[in-house]
């Protein structure tokens, strides 16, 4: 980005500050509104707005006669320019369709609906490493607290997109499910919530495998009845990445998808976009651990120092696969790809992947390196941040490719 086009946007937070202040809801940083704002005038979209203070197309208006007054807005062509000109992972200047990325993580979910022509015309995400992560690659700070959020204030859009926090429903966790202490199973209701009030054309929901199961599937029952109730049919699939988006990582996510007006879809004689639509097939996996990997790392990633290391030289012997020290024993990944990546693998312990490189050194896989295995392409940045921040990232994000793969479907049928 240039100096001119930096000041251009320094000058855009100025002159919205005080405007956005008013509108921000409690969690949430005029930042946030500012990106979300400037997005909506470039690409045409509905601004966010607080309606109890002003109405949105008054809004709009008024955001845009700011900018024009200081010559940064003349039409909405040169405002995309000059938004987006030097961004790797912009938006399409004429979007299909909007969307709206909830607990956004780093963007995993919106990059694959993002490459299908889709524009997002609202974020959030609570943890504020990853809206640090999300800004770089999206020059979009998202929103924080979605709790804090009324959900008619969010500008309308045509699919909900939701990998709603899964530490209450995996095996990794206390899998506490709705009563979760810290309320982040109760979070569904917050998107259940959004659906009635925003409408959208259709969802896609993503969590952990065991969601199905947890509490002897009570839970998933009572998700797919207040969806149903809501309007929707409910379809879902449990997908693994190394099937079905050509990645060596073995992650199995559960994804749950709906569209409106459709709950009594499998009753009626007509085509819909339920009946439609249709699960990917299995793809061949022609990429491995090996095509993925750094030929040169810096050498805070070896484990020369550590006490296990004898154990791990004496036992790590292949080059083509991943190994994890399970804390008194190493375990070797025999189907030749990564073991899921966790939140947790930047903390050490069992859950840190670690492969033989070249030189027959010991070491563990870079941030940059889980990018590449959760689908991320190269010009996914990396901002300067501690490493525990970036695989925490990673290991919370979706595999992009199987997420684009269903983002096709779902704009095909719907």
Partial sequence: MSIVEQDHLVQIKVALSELAEEHAPEGTTPEAVIDQWTHALALGHELYCDRQKSESKQLKKQVQSILTKLKIYKNRTEFYDLVFEKIELKPVPKPKFTFIDL???IGGIRMGFQKQAGSCVFSSEFEKAAQITYRENY???PFGDITKI???DIPDHDILLGGFPCQAFSVAGYREGFSDKKGRGNLFFKIHDIIVKKKPKAF?????KNLQGHDGGNTFKVIVEYLHEAGYSVISNVLNSMDYGNVPQNRERIYIIGFRDE?????KNTKTSTSEFS???PIKLDVSIRDLLDGNVNDTFYYERFACYEQLKEQMKRKDTVYQWRRVYVREN???VCPTLTANMGTGGHNVPLILDDNNRIRKLTPKECSRIQGFPEEFKLPEMANS???KQFGNSVTVPVIERLAKEIIRVM
Avoid: C, R
């Fill in 103 to 105: 607990f956004a993580g």
């Fill in 139 to 141: 020059l979009e700070y």
């Fill in 150 to 152: 009324d959900s008619s």
């Fill in 204 to 208: 896609l929901l993503e969590n952990v």
């Fill in 263 to 267: 709950a009594d879809w499998q009753t």
């Fill in 279 to 281: 699960w990917p097939e």
């Fill in 334 to 336: 025999k189907n030749n």
């Fill in 389 to 391: 921040h970036l695989y």
